[in-house]
Every structure is written in structure tokens, then in C-alpha cells.
């Protein structure tokens, strides 16, 4: 059962914060980093994603922090509180507006209620591990997903006067405070029946678990590192779950399609499985139909399997290196790729949709990698969580 709790969320005391926020620390590359590091002396950036050779920037992140909170640039909530979230967007020309609330989750282990959807790697768990046990805080919150918009509906209407509203990356985030008993005491409740189904941060959920187990073992008790923040949001509420195309760097084309059409035939803009972009758009059908367990007949399994591993001989490895495969968020993505001969050739993949994935999940499987893309990001930096912040909240 999952137990949710309000907590004294830490912020910017400063209400213009555009310039202090910063995407998730695993979408930021060199480039961005740089540009967000020149934007603010007080960007969180200098937190999540700390400068500093080898271990001592988890000692840099823990100095940053707290003297940004002796100093008041962060400052702590005095009331326990959920904090709702809105976001804003468009995606593909249609407005949207996410929407969904902050809590602080008691950890428990995955496959029960809480539901992985990927697997993991070891290396990002290890860095938080180290960020997170050096600053006993978190500013990148894990996204999970629910089904209960009864509950999103109730968190709607009872917000009114935004706490903070935040311009980034041309969205409009805004953030509401929750901290009304009654209010309170229904969204834990709401939140108790539900199967959770993690969308962003499970290298963050795994390495929390870690850190709980961690302190256990050693037997020290540090209150508040049995929570981690979590963003959740309802099914319905917008987060918009996309594709993540494929591209092939490396490919003799012309032996590629000699082979293609043993395993596809041509389709069109109404039916087809997958697209294909060498230059000019082929739409795909797979030949033999779908068969196998409930992963076999996903298009992006049956894609991998077919012509990855299939037609182009690839193993694990291979598609995991950048040098002869890669991934892109988008059709202009593709198409950028292919026409700067950057890739040979890029595969449109389509969504998978919430159903197929609360589908799997219920069965304890886990999707291939790379499989989906939940868009938007919540920037870092809007609420964090401290281990102390949860003290006075739990049974409020």
C-alpha cells in the first residue's frame, strides 16, 4: 500500500526564479550545463548536477547547499504541505496542461504497489547515491503515474493563488501549496488504494531504496531517508507518453533494404507498424503477426528483434553504442540526423499507449529500453525534499 505524506518543502525564497531552475540532471548535457551555470550564480544546477573532480563534487553539492540555506536563498516551508503542480506545453501543435502534486512516498520495495516500467544501469545509481547521502536532499523528483481522477479532480479544486510561477524552456510552471488538513487527509487516502507505475526516476526510486537499506545496515537512523519526492500524476491528467525513434549510423543501405521486404511490406499513412527515413518516408507493416507474451508484441520488441538483431546481426551491445545505433525524441530529430548524415537511416516508432502500459506493469514485466518518453520535465529546483522536511508531517 502506498503511504504518502506532506513534508516542509524547501525553495527559492525569491519569487522570480526562471533563471534558478534546470531540467533533470539526466537530460543536461556539457553544452546546457555551461549555459545554465552562466545564468545564475544561485542556478540548482550547482547541486544536482555538482562541479568537482571525482567524489569531492558530492562534497561541493553538500557546501552549496548549505550555505545557500544559512545564507536564505533556500528556505524551508513551515507547514506540512502536498504541492500541486501545473505545466503549460505543446506537443505536436495541441495545448496541453499538465497537471499532478508533490508528495514525500515511504519507500517500499518495487513489484508490489509500486510498479517499474525499465530496467536500470548501475552507474547513474551510484551518482545519486553519493549526491543524495552527501546533501540528505532531492530536487529531481520521480514521476509515477496513477489512475484515480477523482483525486485529480479534488487537488484541481482546491487550489486557488499560485505559491510560485516559474517561465522555462517557453513553458509556464506554476506551483500551489496544499497544506489544509481535511485536504490533506484525503489525497493520503486517495493515494493508498493505488498501484503507482513509475514513469521518470528509477535509477532515483532504486538508489533511494539503496540508501534506505544502506543506513539499516551500517545501523544508523537518519529520519526522512525512508521518503523520496515523487511527482504524482493521473493517467488522464495530460503527461504526454511518447515514442523514442531509432537511427542506424552505420548500415550498407542498399544490402539493408534487399532484406526489408522478407520481413515488411508496404503500408501507408493509415496502416502501417513502423515508418522508415532514408531521405524519403517508407511506411512499414510487419509481416508475421504479433505472437509471444505481452513484451514479444510490442513494436518496439518485435522492431528490435526483427531488424536490429535480425536483419542487421546486432547484439546488446551494439545497440547500445553510440557509435553504430542512437535514439531520437522526435520526427525532426530523425529527419535532422539522416539529412546531415549523422545516421543512415531512422525508424518512427509509435506510442505506447497508458493501457498497454499499466498492462505490463500489472505482470511484474519491464518494457526494452528506450521504450518511452514522458514529456514534459519537471524542471529541478521548483520544491526539493530534505531528510528533515518530513519531521512533524508523517500521520499529520
Not at 540555506?69 to 496541453?96: N, P
Not at 507493416?285 to 510490442?298: A, D, P, Q, R, V
Request: net charge neutral; with cysteine; aromatic share 12%.
Amino acid at each position: 500500500m502506498p503511504i504518502v505524506e506532506p513534508f516542509k518543502g524547501i525553495f527559492f525564497k525569491e519569487k522570480k526564479i526562471d533563471e534558478l531552475v534546470c531540467p533533470p540532471y539526466d537530460v543536461i548535457d556539457s553544452d546546457y550545463k555551461r549555459q545554465l551555470l552562466s545564468k545564475d550564480e544561485f542556478n540548482i544546477v550547482r547541486i544536482v548536477l555538482p562541479e568537482g573532480e571525482n567524489d569531492q563534487k558530492y562534497e561541493n553539492a553538500k557546501n552549496t547547499l548549505n550555505t545557500w540555506i544559512l545564507q536564505k536563498k533556500l528556505v524551508f516551508d513551515e507547514d506540512c504541505s502536498f504541492y500541486a503542480y501545473s505545466c503549460k506545453y505543446s506537443v505536436d501543435g495541441t495545448e496541453k496542461t499538465l497537471f499532478g502534486f508533490l508528495g514525500a512516498l515511504k519507500l517500499e520495495e518495487l513489484g508490489g504497489s509500486i510498479k517499474p516500467h525499465e530496467k536500470t544501469l548501475k552507474g547513474p545509481k551510484i551518482d545519486r547515491f553519493k549526491l543524495i547521502t552527501s546533501t540528505n536532499a532531492m530536487f529531481c523528483p520521480i514521476m509515477m503515474i496513477y489512475d484515480n481522477m477523482q483525486l485529480s479532480n479534488f487537488i484541481k479544486n482546491s487550489v486557488k493563488k499560485s505559491l510560485f510561477e516559474v517561465n522555462f524552456e517557453n513553458k509556464l510552471h506554476k506551483v500551489y501549496k496544499i497544506n489544509d488538513i481535511s485536504a490533506i487527509d484525503y489525497i493520503k487516502q486517495s493515494i493508498n488504494d493505488q498501484t503507482l507505475v513509475i514513469a521518470d526516476g528509477h535509477h532515483r526510486y532504486e538508489t533511494c531504496l539503496s540508501i534506505k537499506e544502506h543506513y539499516k545496515q551500517i545501523g544508523i537512523k537518519i529520519p526522512g531517508s525512508d521518503y523520496a519526492l515523487v511527482f504524482f500524476v493521473d493517467k488522464k491528467d495530460e503527461l504526454s507518453l511518447m515514442p523514442i525513434h531509432r537511427l542506424v549510423k552505420k548500415i550498407d543501405i542498399g544490402k539493408f533494404k534487399q532484406k526489408l521486404y522478407n520481413f515488411f511490406e508496404i503500408g501507408d499513412n493509415y496502416n502501417y507498424d513502423i515508418v522508415m527515413y532514408d531521405g524519403e518516408f517508407t511506411y512499414l507493416k510487419f509481416i508475421n503477426k504479433k505472437t509471444g507474451g505481452l513484451i514479444e508484441k510490442l513494436d518496439v520488441k518485435r522492431f528490435e528483434d526483427v531488424v536490429f538483431k535480425g536483419m542487421l546481426n546486432l547484439s546488446d551491445a551494439d545497440i547500445a553504442s553510440n557509435e553504430i545505433s542512437g535514439y531520437a525524441h522526435s520526427t525532426e530529430e530523425v529527419v535532422k540526423s539522416v539529412d546531415k548524415k549523422e545516421a543512415v537511416v531512422g525508424f518512427l516508432l509509435k506510442p505506447v499507449t497508458y493501457e498497454t502500459l499499466f498492462e505490463i506493469t500489472s505482470h511484474n514485466l519491464t518494457f526494452p529500453q528506450k521504450s518511452t518518453y514522458f514529456y514534459p520535465k519537471i524542471p529541478s529546483g521548483l520544491v526539493g525534499y530534505h531528510f528533515s522536511s518530513i519531521e512533524g508531517c508523517e500521520n499529520v
